[in-house]
Nanobody, 116 residues
Framework: QVQLVESGGGLVQAGGSLRLSCAAS????????MGWYRQAPGKQRELLAS???????DYSDSVKGRFTISRDNAKNTVYLQMNSLKPEDTAGYYC??????????WGQGTQVTVSS
């Protein structure tokens, strides 16, 4: 099993910043990709950003230019730096890991609330 532990969520005013972290541990063979999703009440889970084993990254249009994903390979940790936060960014944020051998894993989520 793989455990993903997220941290860094909280309450912030519009225009502010937060940095989320997700540390992976356990039975990891080789990480294909790690990413961040979010889900607001009544909405589908949305992929925000991914970082691949090649080091390349990808972003959804909704966060491009405001959020930055990065990864510390030595620590199996992925980060999401979120700047210029908006009230519509309020959601539960979830870490995702895709392993070449063992499949896909999810973190428990961390809440981000942006006040206007």
């Amino acid at each position: 099993q793989v455990q993903l532990v997220e941290s860094g969520g909280g309450l912030v005013q519009a225009g502010g910043s937060l940095r989320l972290s997700c540390a992976a541990s356990g039975r990891i063979f080789s990480i294909k990709a790690m990413g961040w999703y979010r889900q607001a009440p009544g909405k589908q889970r949305e992929l925000l950003a991914s970082v691949f084993d090649s080091g390349s990254t990808d972003y959804s249009d909704s966060v491009k230019g405001r959020f930055t994903i990065s990864r510390d390979n030595a620590k199996n940790t992925v980060y999401l730096q979120m700047n210029s936060l908006k009230p519509e960014d309020t959601a539960g944020y979830y870490c995702n890991l895709q392993d070449y051998r063992y499949g896909e894993y999810w973190g428990q989520g961390t809440q981000v609330t942006v006040s206007s």
